[in-house]
């Protein structure tokens, strides 16, 4: 259960701890704390969860409770590239459910889940609004239409592949070659 | 003040703000319920299955939401009653691993003494079973939780928040999905769980165990 953070968010939960006070700690502010920090962090990390319990002086479970009830929250971190899958009524007509689970087997990860080295996560979206393309899932901000399980592979193989390339080129750089 | 009700075809005099359900129980008329607590002020009345019809109402209610304040006529035994709590008796076990020789709760759980009343089967019939993943969960320091025994009837989470209103329980999730469970850490709202065991105690279903060590 203990999520490790980089430096960048455990300053970001440090500074969220200090302004706290500022919002109050009746009850009725737990909803929107809790939306404060997810807008600010992404997500909503373990400690996050104990510190907004601590402050409005509920238990943790019962702020975890509430927070689980709202699909807005979530409790992974969001991957580099977050894969979203369409589900919406003409993705989901044509298949949609075997790109998610495709998807869900390659990342060996589920919906909602984010993989060990944060490269990817995978989630579940409505529609697009490109619904003559279904199915359709986006990698990022990249629109991919008329996905098939054989596409799955591929795409996650890209995404690797560019972060490879990228970090060779950071290296090219740095040694002046 | 005593006020007298008609139920079936038996008189009763009961104490003016008792709940109807409380009443009939007392009274020895059993109606089926599950998520009914004495103690607590509200009831959820989240299992629907204390149904009664009440005279000069023109649908069955929950009778553990009536409080009593004047004399009514009850039935507790209509072809509407009966419907509605095979219904929801139904519904529960759709949602139910029947697996009664495993389960710690066999011969004391209120869903085979309810199902017995009500002669409803065990078995799924004309409903499409949905278990949920995992069909354990260990969240909880001291405790596993059964999502597959349990019936949402929410009593684990009252009796621990009647401890000092804090509870180390919770629902989580939403719909289908939603189960009991605990965030999980050894903090100052779980640290009393190693030696309370009133949520175990309660859980109608055997749905709470405690961890073997």
Redesign the interface.
Known sequence: ?DMVLDPQEESALKQIETELADWGNERSRLIPILQMIQERMDFLP?RA??VVAQHLG????????VA??YNQFRFTPPGKNPVKVCLGTACHVRGADIILENFERKLEIKEGETTTDREFSIDRVACVGCCALAPVALIGEIVHGKMAPSKVEGLIMRCQIEKEMAERASRKKETGE | MMISLTIDDRQIQVAGGTSLLKACLDSGIYIPHICFMEESDRSPASCRLCWVEIEGHSWPVTACTVTIDHPIAVKTDTPAVRHLQRSALQLLLSVHRVECKKCPANRQCVLQNIARFLEVGLKPGRLQRRLKEPDVDGSHPYLDHYPNRCVLCGKCIRVCRNHDNRTALTFAGRGFHTVIRSFGRFDSDTVACDSCRACVEICPVGALVIREA
Do not use: K
């Open positions: 259960m373990p969860i104990e509920i238990s943790a479970s019962e702020v975890f409770g689980t009830f």
